[in-house]
């Protein structure tokens, strides 16, 4: 088993910033990607980041790509969620979440089906 604690959520105006951590523990063997997720009221469950462990390869969705910034620290076993320029909309409940063993294809990093294991979530929200 594999256990994943957010931490770092908040409230924050428009245009500010907050990072994202998640402790990742447990049976982390064969934990090949790391990836965030992002949930808001009435909306699908939408991959925002995911990295690669082995060699910290990174995929974005369209919506945050250059605002927001994943990373790891093998060592420690965290990964975080750097988000600059944060808008109204990037208001949700974040998930961390880890896909133990397999590789994904490049085009479905962000489909939430194939992550194994999940955080409970941390709020995020922005005020205009």
């Known amino acids: 088993q594999v256990q994943l604690a957010e931490s770092g959520g908040g409230s924050v105006q428009s245009g500010g910033s907050l990072r994202l951590s998640c402790a990742v523990s447990?049976?982390?063997?064969?934990?090949?990607?790391r990836a965030w997720f992002r949930q808001a009221p009435g909306k699908e469950r939408e991959g925002i980041a995911s990295i690669i462990t082995d060699n910290s390869n990174t995929y974005y969705a369209d919506s945050v790509k250059g605002r927001f910034t994943i990373s790891q620290d093998t060592v420690k076993g965290t990964v975080y969620l750097q988000m600059d320029s944060l808008k109204p909309e990037d208001t949700a409940m974040y998930y961390c979440a880890v896909k133990r063993f397999g590789w994904l294809a490049s085009n479905n990093w962000n489909s939430p089906n194939l992550y194994n294991y999940w955080g409970r979530g941390t709020q995020v929200t922005v005020s205009s």
């Open positions: 447990g049976s982390t063997y064969g934990v090949n990607y």
